[in-house]
């Protein structure tokens, strides 16, 4: 149940609750009834429970093996405490047209009520617990953001500082900027080798090779497999030169895009999971902004505002067809008019282009500047799939 929802109309739930006792009493009716009244009481029961915590502070530690008959009872206090209404201290603003605040998390936190309390279970003003692993998929389920917490991350013991800039580019950074916990991998020497050395799939797998193939992704001197792969030069020159200047690069590996467009001066935001290798720390040590986010929450900058939107391989057909729908959209939303969209190798399966991919991205509204289908043969040419790149560009006037 969506609990934003339910906060947002509070009374909502209880009038038609009472409405429906009132127009009938048969069963049927008291059974819908009883339905639409359960979203209620579990926020009645928060409101309960929060005002229990309010009184007696101590998170309590006990785990509970999963039995969740009363949701909203199990949640954790420390959950309750962040996301319960908090009054203005000054009053009324103007501005939020309240004087309380609702601090956001993602509306699903709450159906995962195990992984919730152990997230939030820590000592407030002591350290966190090395959890990276939970939190991430905590977050990948559809809690997004996270609930902020009142403790001191897992951090490295013998932390160094970043090299300078532009050496800290293309230089593998120290193994002691990173906490391992979560990974296979307990160094870079590991992650570097393990595109020769491991069986098994992992995203991103040679990513960390800076001297492999990440070497001359996108370089305009760097061998071009075939058509699908566009040079960043190539693309830059479909604009005057210099309007290119800030922009986003969606599930961007190890950021060697974002690096490549700031030894052009440009701004590259790079968002990134960190799923089986600390691709965000060692995108922090090259020197370019990685955005820990997934593809599922809307992108975090205002309408018609960034120059360009990158994604390779990431937007492909394993996302939910409505949510690319969605995601599509919210990338044309932030681009500005004039701004480009560079598709990079998408990929889905034989006539799924066809029927359901381009037409799905034409409805969007963008123009067509490049667009360029291949197969696609890493994995055999019997499994039929389809690589798309295509350069897209919102309409400079009337792109509304
Ligand atoms: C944590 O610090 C805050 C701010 O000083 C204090 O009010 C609170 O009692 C502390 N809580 C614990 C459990 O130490
Ligand atoms: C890196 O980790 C591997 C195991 O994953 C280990 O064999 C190797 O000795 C480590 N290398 C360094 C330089 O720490
Ligand atoms: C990675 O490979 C290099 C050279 O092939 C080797 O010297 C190094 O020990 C390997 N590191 C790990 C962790 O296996
Ligand atoms: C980037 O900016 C610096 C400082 O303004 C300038 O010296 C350099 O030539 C620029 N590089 C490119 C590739 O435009």
């Known amino acids: ?64 093996s999963g ?20 009054e203005l201290p000054l009053g009324f603003n103007k501005n939020f047209d309240s004087d309380q605040i609702f601090p956001p998390v993602g509306s699903p936190c709450t159906l995962f009520t195990d992984e919730l309390r152990r997230f939030m279970s820590y000592k407030v003003n002591g350290s966190c617990p090395d959890d990276e692993l939970l939190s991430q998929k905590l977050l990948l389920r559809g809690c997004e953001p996270l609930p902020r917490r009142r403790c001191r991350p897992a951090s490295p ?22 906490v391992w916990t979560a990974y296979t991998c307990k160094n870079y020497s590991c992650l570097i080798n393990r595109s020769r050395n491991q069986k098994g ?68 935001v790079t968002t990134s999971m960190n799923l089986n290798g600390p691709f965000n720390n060692f995108i922090a040590s090259r020197g370019v902004v990685p955005l820990y986010m997934s593809i599922s929450q809307r992108l975090p900058f205002f309408d018609n505002t960034l120059d360009i939107v990158h994604s390779m391989h990431v937007l492909s057909n394993w996302i939910p067809t409505e949510l690319l729908h969605f995601l599509i959209f919210d990338i044309y939303r932030v681009l500005r008019p004039g701004g480009l969209f560079w598709l990079d190798h998408f990929f889905c399966v034989g006539e799924q282009l066809e029927k359901v991919y381009a037409p799905l991205i034409e409805s969007v509204g963008f123009e067509k500047v490049k667009w360029v289908v291949g197969r696609k043969l890493d994995r055999g040419p019997e499994l039929n799939e389809m690589y798309l790149s295509a350069l897209l560009q919102k309409p400079l006037k009337n792109s509304w």
């Open 67 to 86: 039995t969740n008959n009363a949701p909203a009872v199990d949640l954790p206090s420390e959950f309750i405490a962040f996301t319960s209404p908090q």
């Open 1 to 64: 149940m969506d609990i934003d929802h339910q906060a947002s109309r509070p009374f909502s739930c209880n009038n038609l609750f009472f409405l429906l006792l009132l127009l009938s009493s048969n069963l049927l009716t008291l059974f819908i009834s009883t339905t639409f009244y359960s979203p209620c009481s579990l926020k009645s029961q928060l409101q309960t429970a929060t005002a229990a915590v309010a009184a007696d502070p101590p998170p309590s530690e006990e785990e509970d």
């Open 201 to 268: 799939f992992d995203d991103c797998k040679d990513c960390f090779d800076l001297n492999g193939r990440e070497k001359n992704r996108w370089a305009s001197d760097g061998a071009k497999g075939s058509n699908l792969d566009f040079t960043i030069d190539e693309v830059l020159a479909v604009k005057k030169p210099g309007t290119i200047r800030i922009g986003l690069d969606i599930g961007g590996g190890v950021a060697t895009f974002a690096v490549r467009m700031r030894e052009r001066n440009i701004t590259i």
């Open 157 to 178: 013991k013998e932390y160094v500082e970043p090299y300078p800039l532009p050496d800290s580019l293309w230089t593998t950074p120290p193994d002691s900027s990173v």
